[in-house]
T-cell receptor
Framework: GAGVSQTPSNKVTEKGKYVELRCDPISGHTALYWYRQSLGQGPEFLIYFQGTGAADDSGLPNDRFFAVRPEGSVSTLKIQRTERGDSAVYLC?????????????FGQGTRLTVV | DQQVKQNSPSLSVQEGRISILNCDYTNSMFDYFLWYKKYPAEGPTFLISISSIKDKNEDGRFTVFLNKSAKHLSLHIVPSQPGDSAVYFC???????????FGTGTRLKVLA
């Protein structure tokens, strides 16, 4: 596709369950970011990949959150033992090269609701 | 501690007039700033950016002004159009990092 694709667009899960959120970046983009946007807030940085490696995971809130990008393209954000406070829109973005002055393109997000 | 602040949660402007959206930051290490626009059920889309070596950047109807001494930037949209109605996020980042710090957004409504 032409843009960043995230699946599913909506996910409802029970507290304590495990979820996976998928991001397909724009083809050829080496940099990939995950952000989380809670209601009434701006996007909050979670993790940044350059190629296959997580170059900066300082935004992951705790060890229940983990993300992978095994082949340097598709990325999966994994959340274990979900809590109601994890409910948010999870946004993925990609850019051609790393660096703040390279435009990052965002997907439409996955709205996660933990009940 | 909110490093990037957008103190106006909403703004209404008449079509054809100027819209001014404001953003303040606290971290003097920030040297790159961006504005993103977000429509409902869509991801944010890049609008315009500015480096700290400049004090103004213009792209069509959109101009961003940066006042480093005041740690303040603003986005001017002129003339405003109904299609500009969206949530606008200010974001900032520093050299050597790859993450943006976003403000909480300002909802702009342009009235026809």
């Amino acid at each position: 596709g032409a843009g960043v694709s995230q699946t599913p667009s909506n996910k409802v899960t029970e507290k304590g369950k495990y979820v996976e959120l998928r991001c397909d970046p724009i083809s050829g983009h080496t940099a990939l970011y995950w952000y989380r946007q809670s209601l009434g807030q701006g996007p909050e940085f979670l993790i940044y990949f350059q190629g296959t490696g997580a170059a900066d995971d300082s935004g992951l809130p705790n060890d229940r959150f983990f993300a992978v990008r095994p082949e340097g393209s598709v990325s999966t954000l994994k959340i274990q033992r979900t809590e109601r406070g994890d409910s948010a829109v999870y946004l993925c973005a990609s850019s051609l090269n790393p660096g703040l002055n390279t435009e990052a393109f965002f997907g439409q997000g996955t709205r996660l609701t933990v009940v | 501690d909110q490093q990037v602040k957008q103190n106006s949660p909403s703004l209404s402007v008449q079509e054809g007039r100027i819209s001014i959206l404001n953003c303040d930051y606290t971290n003097s290490m920030f040297d790159y700033f961006l504005w993103y626009k977000k429509y409902p059920a869509e991801g944010p889309t890049f609008l315009i950016s500015i480096s700290s070596i400049k004090d103004k950047n213009e792209d069509g109807r959109f101009t961003v002004f940066l006042n480093k001494s005041a740690k303040h930037l603003s986005l001017h949209i002129v003339p405003s159009q109904p299609g500009d109605s969206a949530v606008y996020f200010c974001a900032a980042g520093g050299s050597g990092t790859y993450k943006y710090i976003f403000g909480t957004g300002t909802r702009l409504k342009v009235l026809a």
